[in-house]
């Protein structure tokens, strides 16, 4: 090493200062969107506004019947015959396999041996970690038995929720994560925040929906028992 170069670096060194400490968590983050309403109704009702204003449909149904039939009448409106499903355990309405396999629609569960198959189908089924209301997102998160490909593959998604899901803003379920010293999120490969259908105005500035995923978001939500 050159004497130059030492005498360059050992300025560099001494000169060198440790980076600040940084400033304590606060102890409550303001919110970037605010709801006025936090009733189970109405964050209902804000949930709805917010994801029919991005073209995405919401659908409140009474109990677990209800939803089986809203997600069989969804599924023969658009033709679909093959659905991509979550594990059934993860899917928050039992009897959902049954109800798909006696309407004549197969259920297929990702493996590497069904890959066309899975290419083919014409809906996704899935459930959610939860849903913002403020922006009308769904929080949707990878684990085993809980794969991307439902959400992203098909054209039609169809996302079955408990009403006690829905939460105000997205700090709400951070706070959340965090109280459960994210232990949950620890056993998730990937994180997804989704709102509304697929869609991009790249070309011209012409909004087109399903470019990149589903062009049809459909929420079914069983009402909260009172």
């Known amino acids: 090493m050159s004497e130059a170069r030492e005498q360059i670096l050992s300025r560099l060194r001494q000169a060198r200062e440790g980076l600040p400490d940084a400033p304590p968590r606060p102890a409550q983050y303001q919110p970037v969107m605010t709801v006025e309403d936090e009733s189970p109704q109405g ?32 599924l023969a409106e658009s033709g679909a015959r093959h659905a991509l499903t979550w594990d059934w355990s993860h899917i928050p309405l039992p ?25 083919a189908a014409e809906a996704g089924i899935s459930g959610a970690d939860a849903a913002i209301a403020a922006t009308g997102s769904l929080v949707v998160s990878t684990a085993a038995g809980m794969g991307r490909l439902a959400t992203l593959l098909p054209p039609q998604h169809i996302v079955l929720l408990r009403q006690e ?58 009402e909260q028992a009172s």
């Open 43 to 74: 964050l209902l009702s804000r949930f709805r506004t917010e994801l029919e204003g991005l073209q995405g449909e919401v659908y409140l149904v009474g109990d677990e019947e209800a939803a089986l039939d809203k997600t069989l009448s969804l």
């Open 95 to 119: 009897g959902l396999d049954r109800a798909l396999a006696n309407a004549g629609i197969e259920a297929l569960q990702p493996t590497p041996d069904n890959r066309e198959a899975c290419e």
């Open 165 to 222: 899901q829905l939460l105000p803003c997205l700090e709400d379920w951070v706070a959340l994560q965090r109280a459960e010293e994210l232990t949950g999120l620890g056993s998730r490969s990937n994180l997804c925040i989704i709102t509304g259908p697929s869609r991009t105005a790249d070309i011209e500035k012409n909004l087109v929906l399903g470019v990149h995923g589903p062009g049809l978001l459909q929420v079914v939500v069983v």
